[in-house]
């Protein structure tokens, strides 16, 4: 059985992988990504620290 050529899920921030923690999918400009449980904080409470990883998602 050949394994299906799925997009590698990560983390936006840390770059730790769905088999490590648990991410959250999440929309921004039309391009799906993903954060775990404990950079979501950064998120909410200080986006602008993570304002360079949003930018290279429209590249």
């Keep these: 059985m050949e394994k299906e050529n799925k997009p590698q899920v990560q983390c936006l921030n840390c770059q730790r992988s769905d088999q490590e923690v648990p991410?959250?999918?999440l929309q921004f400009k039309g391009q799906q990504?993903?954060?775990c449980n404990q950079c979501l904080p950064?998120?909410?409470h200080h986006?602008?620290?993570l304002a360079d990883?949003?930018?290279q998602l429209e590249d």
């Design 23 to 25: 991410v959250v999918a």
């Design 33 to 35: 990504t993903w954060i």
């Design 42 to 44: 950064t998120l909410i």
């Design 47 to 49: 986006a602008e620290r």
């Design 53 to 55: 990883k949003f930018a």
